[in-house]
Each structure stands twice: as structure tokens, then as C-alpha cells.
T-cell receptor
């Protein structure tokens, strides 16, 4: 069974700090990795995706992928109270032709002013 | 471009009834996936449709079904509703691999 694991949190960081969110996955065939942000009562919003080992930066967000360790992380620099949300890690494998994503349980992030 | 739309946004049904949910993907997207989100199980994949064909199916009973039309709009149907079917049902559309979610339909079964 393919699994994606995240610490449920809450992860509490002060405003302006770096928030580090982590995710591990069990299927070595996984090829694509996604981070979604979900505010309470809302649907998930795609914020980052990464396909290759290394870092990918987009504004205040950096996704890091280490396939050997089966580990993907999301760093949020200069955290703001508006970043307080649940962050979902999702993984897609290529053993099927389609777009099935396996999600972790999410990490709740709280940014305190 | 307009985003993914889902109707209705909220629904209350009684056990044993059936329900149909609708999803219109982002213009040009041919893949539509459906997910169920509950506090206990998180986000779980139901099925995916691409060019009117079911391409993938998750581990849900046959009471859950779907279809896709030639304009890529998709519907999912749940028959013989159970209390445990109460959830947020999310539709996601995709063209290159990244999936974008709609606002969801909140289904409550009483």
C-alpha cells in the first residue's frame, strides 16, 4: 500500500520565521510531488510541485526533494499569519497512466503574530 | 481562465437516497478526478476520467460511480447513501499533471 506520512502538528512558528514542513512516502516509484494549502472550510490550493531531486523556489516557498531518502519538504520563509492553514503533501506514481494522487494527512501550521 | 466549478455546494440527504454531484473543469482540461475528504480518512481518491473514459479507480464500493461528458464536464453519483458518506467531495481538473481543485460539495447524510 502506498503511503504518504506527515506530522499532523500543529506546527507553531512566530511571524517572520521559517516554517519547515516534512513529508515521507513509501513508494519508490513516485515521480511527482505536490504541496497544497487548505484553509479551514475551503478546498486545497496547489502551491508547489516538484519532479526532480533538489530544490525548487517560488517566492517565499521552497520545495525540496530527496528521492533516495523518499523525503519531500516545504519551506516557507518570512512566515505570515495568513500562512496559517493545513498543508497537504501529495504524491503521484507513474505506474498508472492517470492522475491519481495519494495524500498525506496534512500538517496544521500556525503562524503567531 | 475560470477555475473548477462544482454544484451544488451543499447538500443534505437521507440514508438510502442517491445523489449526483457535478463538476466543470478548467477550460481545456480533459482530466477530471474526484476525491472524498473526511476528518478521519483525509483526502482519498475516488476515480479519474479522461476523454469520457474512467482511467483510474480508487478503493471505494460500487455505490460510487461517475461519468464524463464530451465537453469534459463530469458527474459522480452515490447510490444508497450511508451516514459514513457524509464528506466534502472534491473535483480536480488537470491538463499537464498538476491538479487544481474546485470548491467542493459538502454532503451531509442524515
Amino acid at each position: 500500500q502506498k503511503e504518504v506520512e506527515q506530522n499532523s502538528g500543529p506546527l507553531s512558528v512566530p511571524e517572520g520565521a521559517i516554517a519547515s514542513l516534512n513529508c515521507t512516502y513509501s513508494d519508490r516509484g513516485s515521480q511527482s510531488f505536490f504541496w497544497y494549502r487548505q484553509y479551514s472550510g475551503k478546498s486545497p490550493e496547489l502551491i508547489m510541485f516538484i519532479y526532480s531531486n533538489g530544490d525548487k523556489e517560488d517566492g517565499r516557498f521552497t520545495a525540496q526533494l530527496n528521492k533516495a531518502s523518499q523525503y519531500v519538504s516545504l519551506l516557507i520563509r518570512d512566515s505570515q499569519p495568513s500562512d496559517s492553514a493545513t498543508y497537504l503533501c501529495a504524491v503521484k506514481t507513474w505506474d498508472n497512466a492517470g492522475n491519481m494522487l495519494t495524500f498525506g494527512g496534512g500538517t496544521r501550521l500556525m503562524v503567531k503574530p | 481562465k475560470a477555475g473548477v466549478t462544482q454544484t451544488p455546494r451543499y447538500l443534505i440527504k437521507t440514508r438510502g437516497q442517491q445523489v449526483t454531484l457535478s463538476c466543470s473543469p478548467i477550460s481545456g482540461h480533459r482530466s477530471v478526478s474526484w476525491y472524498q475528504q473526511t476528518p478521519g480518512q483525509g483526502l482519498q481518491f475516488l476515480f479519474e476520467y479522461f476523454s469520457e473514459t474512467q482511467r483510474n479507480k480508487g478503493n471505494f464500493p460500487g455505490r460510487f460511480s461517475g461519468r464524463q461528458f464530451s465537453n469534459s464536464r463530469s458527474e459522480m453519483n452515490v447510490s444508497t447513501l450511508e451516514l459514513g458518506d457524509s464528506a466534502l467531495y472534491l473535483c480536480a481538473s488537470s491538463s499537464q499533471g498538476e491538479q487544481y481543485f474546485g470548491p467542493g460539495t459538502r454532503l451531509t447524510v442524515t
